[in-house]
């Protein structure tokens, strides 16, 4: 495709919902990153793919969180039993990741805004 | 640990003049990369500028350029000749070179007004 996509754009859910977050990297792109941007912050890292592989889930901020990328292309994140806190944007990038690329630029979908109510 | 500050929340600048974002960082490691990022209302990241660590020379792209002060950990961003369309947040950001993709570790953002 033409950039990362990501589905929904908006999501709404009762404290206590379980939701999935899509993401469509771009094709080809091997790395993909998912981050967790709270209202007027930063992106925090959340967890980082190589192909299938999760090779870091270390900002994973609670075994609630859970993401999986099985066949190497689009990815889910999951978190189950959503607390407030969990309220913010969500962001997908992809990378190409191989050693011809030299800075291993990050592309960003625009983000799906999750809201727990 | 890596750390990224952006010390300024919000900048202001008239069209067609120049407004330099700062940016510190802290870390032990020689080799890394640094980035300017800007995100528009519609919250879709867009790379705008990139340093290799080890270059000297600092990136200019266009409008955009960087002052890259290694010993001092500092990674500035001078927009010239600015234009409505620049206004966005701008977060400075940091990734390790690990010879693959890494990790980006964000500021905390600059909100850049442009006023006519």
């Known amino acids: 495709g033409a950039g990362v996509s990501q589905s929904p754009r908006y999501k709404v859910a009762k404290r206590g919902q379980d939701v999935a977050l899509r993401c469509d990297p771009i094709?080809?792109?091997?790395?993909l990153f998912w981050y967790q941007q709270a209202l007027g912050q930063g992106p925090e890292f959340l967890t980082y793919f190589q192909n299938e592989a999760q090779l870091d889930k270390s900002g994973l901020p609670s075994d609630r969180f859970f993401a999986e990328r099985p066949e190497g292309s689009v990815s889910t994140l999951k978190i189950q039993r959503t607390q407030q806190e969990d309220s913010a944007v969500y962001l997908c990038?992809?990378?190409?990741?191989?050693?011809?690329?030299?800075?291993?630029?990050?592309?960003f979908g625009p983000g799906t805004r999750l809201t727990v109510t | 640990a890596q750390t990224v500050t952006q010390s300024q929340p919000e900048m202001s600048v008239q069209e067609a003049e120049t407004v330099t974002l700062s940016c510190t960082y802290d870390t032990s490691e020689s080799d890394y990369y640094l980035f300017w990022y800007k995100q528009p209302p519609s919250r879709q990241m867009i790379l705008v500028i990139r340093q290799e660590a080890y270059k000297q020379q600092n990136a200019t792209e266009n409008r955009f350029s960087v002052n890259f002060q290694k010993a001092a950990k500092s990674f500035s961003l001078k927009i010239s000749d600015s234009q409505l369309g620049d206004a966005a947040m701008y977060f400075c950001?940091?990734?390790?070179?690990?010879?693959?993709?890494?990790?980006?570790?964000f500021g905390t953002g600059t909100r850049l007004q442009v006023t006519l």
């Open positions: 950001a940091y990734s390790l070179n690990t010879g693959t993709a890494s990790k980006l570790t």
């Open positions: 094709s080809g792109h091997v790395s």
């Open positions: 990038a992809s990378s190409f990741g191989q050693i011809v690329t030299i800075s291993y630029e990050q592309y």
